[in-house]
């Protein structure tokens, strides 16, 4: 079993829908949760990060997390093309290292 | 904030060579961290440093990889005898403290011929 799981996708979406990108984690001690955004060929960009159980809204991104269930998940509101990218979920668990998902790659369609 | 600064951009090098990079971070940034990404992966952890200190270095690391941070302020990670698998995207990040989240660089993308 893989410490962070996504599905791959492509995950498509209208313009102006929302997005949910979803993400579970096996260890049950992980303490904080990212988002990072990576465009083709570029660098991950940090999008949000969450610690407590519910919902963290940012603008046009809430992260929502649920320890019990051992899940995380990012929705993105009003879709844009410019949000079509990559999306990584990390876990931090024990020490200060980051534990990446493979990423679910989101395509919007105009 | 001028966010973390990697250099080279690019390295190509022959196998068997060794390589360099070096990695600016954040200012008044304490932690410094190195990860490795390769097509269709999520990066992967290397090593870490809370200032001058290496406090932690993947099992998956092979001796021929090493990293410093000599003043606590920027890190250079160098791999000896490269080899084809070494082929990937380096990248270093730069976080406040623990807990803190982590700003990544450009990254540096290391092709072995």
């Known amino acids: 079993q893989k410490e962070v799981e996504q599905n791959s996708g492509p995950l498509s979406v209208p313009e102006g829908a929302i997005a949910s990108l979803n993400c579970t984690y096996s260890?049950?001690?992980?303490?904080?949760f990212f988002w990072y955004r990576q465009y083709s060929g570029k660098s991950p960009e940090l999008i949000m990060f969450i610690y407590s159980n519910g919902d963290k809204e940012d603008g046009r991104f809430t992260a929502q997390l649920n320890k019990a269930s051992q899940y995380v998940s990012l929705l993105i509101r009003d879709s844009q093309p410019s949000d079509s990218a990559t999306y990584l979920c990390a876990v931090k668990s024990s020490g200060d290292k980051l534990t990446f998902g493979t990423g679910t790659r989101l395509a919007v369609r105009p | 904030d001028t966010g973390v600064s990697q250099n080279p951009r690019h390295k190509i090098t022959k196998r068997g060579q060794n390589v360099t990079f070096r990695c600016d971070p954040i200012s008044e940034h304490n932690r410094l961290y190195w990860y490795r990404q390769t097509l269709g992966q999520g990066p992967e952890f290397l090593t870490y440093?809370?200032?001058?200190?290496?406090?932690?270095k993947s099992r998956l690391l092979s001796d021929r990889f090493s990293a410093e941070r000599p003043k606590g302020s920027f890190s250079t990670l160098e791999i000896q005898r490269t080899e084809q698998g070494d082929s990937a995207m380096y990248l270093c990040?730069?976080?406040?403290?623990?807990?803190?989240?982590?700003?990544f660089g450009d990254g540096t993308r290391l092709s072995i011929l």
């Open positions: 990040a730069s976080s406040l403290e623990n807990y803190q989240p982590q700003h």
């Open positions: 440093f809370q200032n001058e200190a290496q406090l932690e």
């Open positions: 260890d049950r001690g992980s303490q904080s």
